[in-house]
């Protein structure tokens, strides 16, 4: 039961005094906390202790402790919370600044890379600025990049030409008091070419364009014989040097040039045949391959212009192949008489015997010999220059060739066709030298009494004079000299042994000025071609016309020698040398490096017989098998087992493909003897193939190039293949890994039809 309170008596204790403690400072609570806590002090019993009242106190405080520590932190929090906004908005305008930044940039970039190489022709970009060159193919895909102009100060300005300068539908720049540049365009049937002329304005530059070759780049091919004999070009170095013939094994290039480089994107580079042209390929640690225009004091002595020109074209299209069939010389046929394509058909099928004749009796034994083998044609005896008494007396040395006329009328009585090796080179001991000085048939000394011969050194002969080809007396005293030998000796035709530009006197002086020393051999052959028969030429820049041959310079007897046999085929049938005469089979082994004469000992020595074996096989499949050393040679019968083999393998497979192919080619000037990418040229893999080639498209030749071995990887194109050695057939577009090949086997393969199945 709830207590009962009296009214009277709340009333009475409400009027008592509140007895409150003493206050402590800082301790007042206010009213408005008081009534936040339902404390109202008038609301208190009289009765209640000072305990209670401190206690109520003592809670209000950790209470009002309790919201101060909540309220606190989360006031810190929005503090933090705040400063991180602010962050925030600082980093996106310091990103937005970023962002405007880098697309001026870009769009400044874009303008000077772009946008201003936009301003010339379809397919071609070039930055005036920066002078870098871009050339694409109808797809987009750029197949050129070059830098232009390399060495003009960077702060020179480039302006527009001034009227007199200009040239028709041409675009002409200028590099105040460096150089000036003439830009052209030409469209062909899916193709674009563009011509770059640089005209050098001082006498401190030489005009110099880098190509980027680089691996992205593509392979390039083309030029001729290197050093090393890079395939493709890109894989080789070449500090910079001029673009002429040599001795490979002391010069930068070799017997045979031509101004042309072909990339597998479908690119070539044809330079001018007047421009004094310097060459480097990857020098000083570069992926690049530059041009350079360049007078100098032997190569490029005598000039048309003042100051030197670089002058050169680049066409583009989407097909390498089909690029470089149009820009192969065409028409072969034209002037060509019967006698000329018999000519070409009996070196295709016969073989050459070069032969060193040391005596009579030597000529005729070697002759003998052959006869005595059963297996091999006749062919044509090549007598290198030692039939002279001394170079340049075109008279057989009747003391070694005492009775030579009749000697030679057996030889034909065998099958056989008798050559002569000529040269341009008179010897200071010749019987013709005084005659020739007396005339002024040399080429005299540059800077001297022009009734001073200039002289040189060839070969064995120390010292030697050279005709002047370009003096109209020297042709007719040359070509009597040879009619009285064909009289005499009944020579069937001439070998022209013209050397190298290298072997031109130093400070040479022709009649007619040269614009390059290499220009001699052009003229020289031309001119010996309207009037005696010539087989084959030992040197070349431009193609002579059939049924002359032009030769492979001479190689070592060495396995490393054999390597570079198919590259340099290969390059001198793409770069329009189609009608070509390998080398001795075996090598020279009278050259230096050779595997079994490293003293350079020029008596007659036997190549290895392995490499003699495989050397053979290679020979098989190419236009001309030429023999110093005869099979009969080695005592050992499966030398003339394989020997006899090859001969037959010769005769109905290859002779056939060499025939039909030489009469396609004089027309569309196409090599016989390919690399593989003419079979597929969308297949990367061919591109590379270095150590393979075909003969024609047909038949498929992977030789084998090293000491030992009895296997090798064989790379085919796409098609379906038959193995000559088992009858098998092979699918192509792939490798076939460790293909055996036994010393007497050679690896080709014989492309089958279209339908083929298997």
Not at 434 to 443: E, G, M, S, T, Y
Not at 602 to 619: A, G, H, T
Not at 647 to 652: A, D, S, V
Request: proline share 7%.
């Amino acid at each position: 039961m709830m207590p009962r309170y009296d009214v009277g008596s709340a009333v009475s204790l409400q009027r008592v005094p509140l007895q409150a403690p003493p206050r402590r400072k800082g301790r007042t609570m206010s009213p408005m906390i008081n009534k936040k806590l339902g404390n109202d002090p008038m609301e208190l019993s009289g009765g209640q202790s000072a305990n209670s009242t401190i206690t109520s106190v003592n809670s209000i405080s950790s209470l009002l402790k309790e919201k101060l520590q909540l309220s606190i932190p989360q006031a810190l929090r929005s503090s933090k919370k705040r400063q991180n906004a602010d962050y925030r908005l600082r980093a996106f305008v310091g990103i937005l600044f970023l962002c405007v930044v880098f697309l001026v940039g870009f769009a400044h970039i874009y303008y000077t890379q772009h946008v201003l190489q936009r301003a010339y022709f379809d397919k071609f970009s070039f930055n005036k600025n920066k002078r870098v060159m871009h050339v694409y193919s109808s797809t987009g895909t750029e197949v050129i990049a070059a830098r232009l102009g390399e060495g003009i100060p960077a702060e020179t300005g480039v302006f527009p030409c001034l009227s007199h300068h200009q040239k028709q539908d041409s675009v002409c720049l200028e590099w105040l008091q460096q150089a000036r540049l003439y830009l052209a365009h030409t469209k062909h049937t899916d193709m674009h070419c563009y011509h770059v002329t640089w005209q050098s304005l001082s006498p401190h530059y030489n005009p110099k364009d880098c190509f980027d070759w680089s691996q992205k780049r593509g392979h390039w091919y083309g030029g001729g014989q290197v050093q090393n004999m890079p395939y493709p070009l890109e894989r080789g170095r070449l500090d910079l040097s001029p673009f002429i013939t040599g001795d490979i094994t002391k010069h930068p290039f070799g017997n045979v040039l031509k101004r042309y480089f072909l990339n597998s994107k479908g690119a070539t580079v044809l330079v001018d045949p007047e421009t004094p042209l310097y060459v480097s390929i990857n020098a000083n640690k570069s992926n690049n391959f530059c041009m350079q225009a360049k007078y100098d004091v032997f190569a490029y002595i005598n000039h048309l212009t003042p100051l030197p020109q670089l002058n050169y074209t680049i066409c583009a299209t989407d097909n390498m192949k089909n690029l470089h069939s149009s820009m192969a010389e065409k028409s072969l046929w034209d002037g060509l008489k019967p006698d000329e394509l018999n000519a070409v058909h009996s070196l295709l099928s016969e073989p050459v015997w070069q032969i060193s004749p040391t005596s009579e009796a030597a000529v005729y034994n070697y002759t003998d010999n052959v006869i005595a083998l059963g297996f091999l044609r006749q062919g044509h005896v090549l007598l290198s220059e030692e039939w002279q008494p001394s170079p340049g007396d075109f008279v057989l040395d009747e003391e070694r060739f005492p009775s030579m006329e009749e000697t030679i009328n057996i030889i034909h009585r065998r099958g056989f066709r008798i050559v002569f090796s000529i040269q341009p080179f008179i010897s200071t001991e010749s019987i013709n030298f005084r005659d020739a000085v007396a005339n002024r048939l040399l080429i005299s000394e540059r800077g001297s009494d022009p009734r001073i011969p200039a002289l040189a050194r060839y070969k064995q002969s120390n010292s030697v004079g050279v005709l002047d080809i370009t003096n109209n007396k020297t042709l007719p005293w040359l070509q009597s000299k040879l009619e009285r030998l064909i009289m005499k000796y009944h020579v069937d035709s001439f070998y022209l042994d013209l050397g190298t530009a290298q072997d031109m006197p130093h400070y040479y002086k022709c009649e007619q000025p040269l614009t390059n020393p290499d220009h001699y051999k052009t003229i020289f052959t031309k001119s010996i071609l309207g009037s005696v028969p010539v087989m084959g030429v030992s040197g070349a820049i431009s193609r002579p016309r059939p049924p002359v041959f032009v030769s492979l310079p001479p190689f070592s007897s060495s396995w490393k020698a054999i390597k570079t046999v198919i590259p340099t085929v290969l390059t001198y049938g793409m770069i329009g040398y189609p009608f070509i005469m390998p080398g001795a089979v075996g090598g020279d082994v009278a050259l230096p490096m050779s595997d079994n004469n490293p003293d350079n000992d020029f008596e007659v020595n036997l190549p290895d017989k392995e490499l003699y074996i495989r050397w053979l096989q290679l020979s098989t499949f190419l236009p001309v098998i030429r023999f110093t050393h005869l099979p009969s040679k080695y005592s050992d019968e499966s030398v003339l087992e394989i020997a006899k083999t090859l001969t037959t393998l010769r005769q109905k497979t290859v002779t056939p493909l060499l025939k039909k192919y030489a009469k396609e080619i004089l027309d569309t000037g196409l090599p016989i003897i390919r690399p593989l990418w003419m079979l597929d040229p969308a297949d990367p893999a061919c591109h590379v193939v270095v150590d393979e080639f075909s003969v024609g498209e047909e038949l498929i030749v992977a030789p084998v190039l090293y000491s030992g071995s009895r296997q090798r990887e064989v790379y085919l194109p796409a098609g379906v293949w038959k193995d000559g050695i088992d009858g098998s057939l092979r699918k192509g577009s792939r490798w076939i890994h460790n293909y055996r090949v036994a010393e007497d086997k050679v690896a080709y393969f014989v492309k089958m039809p279209d339908n083929t199945r298997f």
